[in-house]
């Protein structure tokens, strides 16, 4: 005699979304993932198991998009949802400020400059107030706008003589 097979579904908390968005990293900065960037703007769970994650890139033209996209989706498909939809949010502006402190110790930690908190315009001073990961003075000076991402600017210390990145305050 068959045994009738029994189909139960599981109900995925929010919660274990967001625990599972945790596991992805940023393709161009390994120590953070996607949450601690900031990245995440939203996790909608449908009566029919599926997930919609609405995501903000750090800039419009991030040529890392597909690949968070991909990882993001991928993830969270493990959570044993029917379907998982990653959207990509461009009304939203990113700002270096949805970085979580704790995104900011990784980023130092990785020898990035983590980017300064901006309160009202962004000021020169703002700009040029940036700490050195290596040695920790602010005797440094930006030596290029444009680093090896879109989102880093190449700075230098005079205090320890070492180049560095530094993530651009947005």
Not at 23 to 32: A, H, R, S
Not at 106 to 115: H, I, R, S, V
Not at 142 to 165: D, H, V
Request: with cysteine; net charge negative.
């Amino acid at each position: 005699m068959d045994t009738p097979s029994i189909n139960i579904k599981i109900k995925i908390s929010p919660e274990a979304v967001w625990s599972a968005l945790e596991n992805v990293k940023d393709p161009e900065i390994p120590v953070l993932t996607v949450v601690d960037m900031g990245i995440i703007y939203g996790v909608e769970i449908s009566a029919t198991n599926t997930c919609t994650i609405t995501m903000t890139p750090t800039f419009v033209g991030c040529p890392a998009i597909e690949i968070m996209k991909n990882s993001i989706h991928e993830e969270v498909m493990k959570l044993g949802f029917d379907s998982v939809e990653v959207k990509v949010d461009f009304e939203n502006a990113w700002t270096s400020d949805r970085m979580s402190e704790e995104a900011k110790r990784k980023l130092e930690k990785f020898g990035l400059a983590p980017p300064a908190v901006i309160t009202g315009d962004l000021t020169e001073e703002q700009l040029n107030n940036v700490r050195c990961p290596h040695c920790g003075s602010t005797d440094t000076t930006l030596r290029s706008a444009f680093g090896s991402t879109l989102c880093r600017a190449i700075r230098f210390c005079f205090n320890c003589k070492q180049g560095f990145e530094q993530f651009k305050p947005v």
